[in-house]
């Protein structure tokens, strides 16, 4: 009898394994389905993946060298031979330094929302999933976060830890981590309790084992989603903070430190001081119009 017990228990899991297998490829291809028909989101992802594209390839498709600047020839307007997009305060080609400004942009966008989902998904999960004195622990930790608006946030951790890249980035990161535990944390406190959790948990199974197999596959969606939204905001407040000095440094090329270098010039060539800006206006538009699809088509209730 011992010996049968465990054999039916283990196929039983197996056809529970299988079906939620089956379910989970229906969900993600009505998913796709639903993004397919959605002309807004696929619009917004065709938009995102070709400026990735150029950004990717900027050494091949920039036509000058965005370094390279002549007082001769500075603030040249658009439609300029050989300067499309005219040139900056000190005579560099501005399709060049937006095209190049893309990369430590897009970078600075997406590296510290990358790092606080990862950070924030576990400590979320393991929030939601402990609960008890280590959900308090967390949380409350999170809630100290909260307590400051996300922009003074950014400006303080970098201020106090000094201009740079990398201080910009930690300073990101150490901004959206909590909101991410927070979302983490309250899916995974739904999940926790429904039934084929319990079932895993009465089969037997370790706690690892339960989060790895049952609870990750259904939490990593809802906080990806909610993550890629958070692209758009970590984009703005990375530019905001190359304004105000305390992001990239000159001469590197970056939209919002384009921004700020082009201020004093916006009355002798307003169309080329305001590039920067309309780089980062679509591109924020766009990741927050692929994040609101995404969500739609996961039926994602945030």
């Known amino acids: 009898m011992s010996s049968t017990t465990p054999t039916a228990a283990e196929a039983e899991l197996a056809v529970q394994a299988r079906q939620a297998a089956a379910r989970s490829r229906g969900y993600w291809a009505g998913v796709w ?16 993946l070709a400026m990735f594209l150029v950004i990717v ?19 040249r307007g658009l439609g300029t031979t050989n300067y499309p997009l005219g040139t900056d305060e000190l005579g560099r080609d501005m399709l060049t330094r937006l095209i190049h400004g893309g990369r430590l942009s897009w970078f600075m966008g997406i590296v510290p929302v990358a790092l ?39 400006v303080a951790i970098s201020g106090a830890l000094g201009a740079g890249i990398f201080n910009a980035i930690l300073a990101l990161t150490l ?30 199974a370790s706690a690892f084992t339960i989060v790895r197999v049952h609870v990750l596959g259904n939490v990593l969606g809802p906080i990806f989603v909610y993550a890629t939204g958070l692209i758009s905001v970590c984009m ?3 530019s905001g903070l190359s304004f ?7 001469p590197e090329p970056e939209w919002g ?9 916006i ?11 309309a780089c980062i206006f679509v591109t924020s538009i766009c990741f927050n119009m692929l994040s609101d699809g995404l969500r739609q088509a996961m039926d994602v209730k945030g």
């Not at 389905?33 to 995102?48: E, G, H, S």
């Not at 430190?257 to 201020?263: I, S, V």
Request: glycine share 8%; hydrophobic share 50%; with cysteine.
């Open 267 to 277: 009355y002798v060539q307003p169309w080329v001081a305001v590039l920067p800006g």
């Open 244 to 250: 105000l000095g305390l992001g990239t440094k000159p």
């Open 116 to 154: 606080a989902f990862v950070i924030g998904t576990t400590l979320g999960v393991l929030a939601g999933y402990a609960g008890g004195r280590v959900n308090m622990a967390i949380m409350r930790t999170t809630d100290v976060f909260y307590a400051f608006p996300s922009v003074l946030l950014a």
């Open 236 to 238: 703005i407040l990375s």
């Open 175 to 204: 901004v959206f981590v909590p909101q991410i535990i927070r979302v983490a944390e309250s899916v995974t406190t739904s999940v926790r309790n429904l039934d084929f959790v319990d079932a895993a948990r009465a089969s037997g």
């Open 33 to 48: 389905k639903r993004v397919r028909r959605d002309p807004v989101t696929i619009a917004c992802a065709v938009v995102l």
């Open 57 to 75: 390839l900027a050494p091949l498709v920039a036509p000058h060298d965005p370094y390279q600047g002549s007082m001769i020839r500075r603030l």
């Open 257 to 265: 430190l384009m921004l700020n270098t082009l201020r004093t010039a």
